[in-house]
């Protein structure tokens, strides 16, 4: 079964300044996608950002970027010239990409908190 | 704007009651999802569907139970709440197909069972 870890239960930055979350997965698929989600306080889920297993390029989304190493199963989340709208729960997400139905495995989340 | 809506935002029920959770979407998406969020453990998905009067387990499916009658709506059923259900639950939906559909979420409702 596939699995994602996250590491970093809880995070701190500074306005303005960059921050790296940690994504670990486990899978013997080679094609699959990879997905970030935030939660902010009170709010809903939304997604970040995602990644193809079979792009090497790694995705971008203005300030969001992740370090996709597919060989070392790491999925990370780099967050630059952080605001404070950028506090929330972020989740790393698999989904395998033989199917259709969507499945998601989550890992446990990291709280990111940004001060002033 | 896409939409998935759950009927209540707090619920609080008590040992034994039969318990309802309903959510809609107006994307006409064929997948929905319910999953259980619980600080440490992250989002645990219970059940989904992929159709109407379609459902599959998800990966904590005991105690509950789903329906989907119609392609917008998906209701989660607590056949009888204890408190080992108190948490977050939140309803999602996506396309069906292999594409990098993402699941959109609704605001959650948050279960006390007392």
């Known amino acids: 079964a596939q699995t994602v870890t996250q590491s970093q239960p809880e995070m701190s930055v500074q306005e303005a300044e960059t921050v790296t979350l940690s994504c670990t997965y486990d899978?013997?698929?080679?094609?699959?996608?990879l997905f970030w989600y935030k939660q902010p306080p009170s709010r809903q889920m939304i997604l970040v950002i995602r990644?193809?297993?079979?792009?090497?390029q790694n995705a971008t989304e203005n300030r969001f970027s992740v370090n996709f190493q597919k060989a070392a199963k790491s999925f990370s989340l780099k967050i630059s010239d952080s605001q404070l709208g950028d506090a929330a729960m972020y989740f790393c997400?698999?989904?395998?990409?033989?199917?259709?139905?969507?499945?998601?495995?989550f890992g446990t989340g990291t709280r990111l908190l940004v001060s002033p | 704007d896409v939409k998935v809506t759950q009927s209540s935002r707090y619920l609080v029920k008590r040992t034994g009651e039969k318990v309802f959770l309903e959510c809609v979407q107006d994307?006409?998406?064929?997948?929905m999802f319910w999953y259980r969020q619980d600080p440490g453990l992250g989002l645990r998905l219970i059940y989904f569907?992929?159709?109407?009067?379609?459902?599959e387990k998800g990966d904590i499916p005991e105690g509950y139970s789903v329906s989907r009658e119609k392609k917008e709506r998906f209701s989660l059923i607590l056949e009888s709440a204890s408190t080992n259900q108190t948490s977050m639950y939140l309803c999602?939906?996506?396309?069906?197909?292999?594409?990098?559909?993402?699941?959109?979420f609704g605001p959650g409702t948050r279960l006390t069972v007392t």
């Open positions: 999602a939906s996506s396309l069906l197909g292999t594409g990098t559909y993402e699941q959109y």
């Open positions: 899978t013997s698929e080679s094609d699959y996608y």
């Open positions: 990644q193809e297993a079979y792009k090497q």
């Open positions: 997400a698999y989904r395998m990409m033989n199917t259709g139905f969507q499945k998601l495995v």
């Open positions: 994307m006409d998406h064929e997948n």
């Open positions: 569907s992929y159709d109407v009067k379609m459902k």
